[in-house]
């Protein structure tokens, strides 16, 4: 990583914009080309806009912003984020200052190796089709790469088979399937053309080992074989909070992770706080966030009941120890990583890490967003931090500009109710009385 002086973007959230893109300057995270891209906002161009998907008559823009305080794997991070809602940037980025003092996240990925699936039905004799597609795997991996050659060049490709088969079930009157899966190894590339242009070329070979009929032949998102792990501790003396001892705090963490565990409906707004930071690095990276969505609420469901991803325990030390790991599909080129500007200018302020780096990311992020909800829901609450950002955002409603949405926010906070009425009569008392 080239050298960064992070000191420079200290207090980063009391700067105006155009202070925080002089600080990233200042910190060498940017030059003065990327410094412009940022000062407008990161426009896509009419062309690039208009060739991006069909029927296109605008762009639809979102807040992009920095988590701070990422020490992941010894490495310093600022993580962008592309994010609608407040409150995240500031939690992720506060759970990351905690960790940073006492280690920060350290992550292992698995390879990353995507899964096609090529689906027969009708398959006359499937014991003996599974023999003979069994037999004839070196083929079937042949025939594959010489679809996609270049990935072979690179050094990736397909790399072996899994062949499953899911009996006709009058329950649901759901005929036999055959199902072959290619395990495809796809470098720094999530994967999803490679792999569909891979399995379209053997359906007619596999239709032809089979003698079945060949349904469709596509990615699958449920990428288990390409997870990404992220762990962290911090002593319970630093949980500390009011009232409340960091013996108790790490207990109350400890017990929400345990109801996450066993309550589905817990566990999908858990895992939701996890994906509210995996999600913004997602699509801020250029990365297809519905695909690691899907992926991600499956392999929750992986013991069969929908359950937290993360975990938070107990060392033997008496520290909070926390895990997560997800499915990773995500990558460094393709799509439109290459030409996005918002992509372009994250893997830029993310140092150009590669796929393996990029799952580390993220991964950290979903965790540390995680210990921010959960600390914040067995303590305080999450509603007080949310009220900042909240009044802020009933004096844009009320047609605050510049100066007067932080006047009409901060008068707002001294108001029982919070509401946009409140905060369009503040809005006409400080215009009134200018
Ligand atoms: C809100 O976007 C996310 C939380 O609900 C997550 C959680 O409850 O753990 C705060």
Same mark, same amino acid.
């Given at each position: ?244 001892? !960091?013996?108790?705090? %790490?207990? &109350?963490?400890?017990? +929400?992770?345990?109801? $996450? ?5 817990? *566990? ?119 009220? !900042?950002?909240?009044? %802020?955002? &009933?004096?844009?409603? +009320?047609?605050?500009? $510049? ?5 009409? *926010? ?25």
């Amino acid at each position: 990583m080239t050298s960064k002086n992070i000191s420079e973007l200290a207090k980063f959230y009391k700067k105006k914009r155009t202070e925080r893109i002089d600080a990233l300057e200042k910190a060498g995270f940017v030059g003065t080309e990327e410094k412009d891209l940022l000062a407008n906002h990161l426009a896509l161009s009419e062309d690039v806009a208009d060739s991006m998907i069909e029927n296109q008559v605008a762009t639809y823009q979102l807040p992009y912003g920095l988590a701070l305080n990422f020490l992941i794997d010894d490495q310093d991070y600022v993580v962008p984020m592309a994010m609608e809602e407040p409150s995240v940037i500031a939690a992720a980025s506060s759970a990351a200052k905690l960790f940073a003092q006492h280690g920060g996240f350290q992550t292992a990925v698995t390879e990353r190796m995507m899964i096609g699936q090529a689906i027969l039905t009708n398959v006359p004799d499937p014991e003996k089709a599974i023999a003979i597609i069994d037999d004839y795997e070196i083929d079937i991996i042949q025939k594959a790469n010489q679809a996609h050659p270049s990935i072979v060049k690179r050094g990736g490709g397909a790399d072996s088979i899994r062949i499953r088969e899911i009996q006709a079930d009058p329950e649901y009157n759901t005929p036999h399937f055959l199902i072959v899966h290619l395990h495809v190894e796809t470098l720094e590339a999530m994967g999803a053309n490679m792999i569909n242009t891979m399995m379209e070329a053997i359906l007619p070979y596999l239709e032809e080992l089979s003698g079945g009929t060949a349904l469709m032949g596509i990615l699958s998102n449920y990428a288990t074989e390409c997870l990404a792990t992220a762990s962290c501790r911090v002593p319970a003396d630093a949980l500390a909070k009011g009232e409340l001892s !960091g013996e108790e705090v %790490r207990d &109350l963490i400890v017990l +929400a992770s345990q109801l $996450a565990t066993v309550d589905p409906y817990r *566990a999908v707004t858990h895992n939701k706080g996890i994906m509210n930071g995996v999600d913004a690095v997602v699509l801020a990276s250029g990365n297809d966030w519905r695909a690691m969505e899907a992926g991600v609420h499956a392999y929750a469901s992986r013991s069969g009941q929908y359950r937290a991803l993360s975990s938070w325990k107990t060392a033997d030390n008496g520290d909070l120890i926390g895990e997560l790991t997800l499915p990773m599909p995500v990558g460094t080129v393709g799509g439109s990583i290459s030409f996005h500007p918002g992509a372009k200018m994250t893997h830029h302020l993310l140092d150009y890490p590669n796929a393996e780096q990029l799952e580390s990311i993220i991964v950290s992020v979903g965790l540390a967003q995680n210990f921010s909800a959960i600390r914040a829901l067995v303590t305080e609450g999450i509603q007080k931090g949310h009220m !900042g950002l909240h009044a %802020r955002s &009933l004096a844009i409603s +009320a047609g605050a500009t $510049a100066d007067d949405i932080e006047l009409v *926010a901060a008068e707002l906070k001294n108001h029982k109710h919070m509401n946009l009425a409140q905060a369009k009569e503040i809005l006409d008392h400080i215009k009134q009385n200018r």
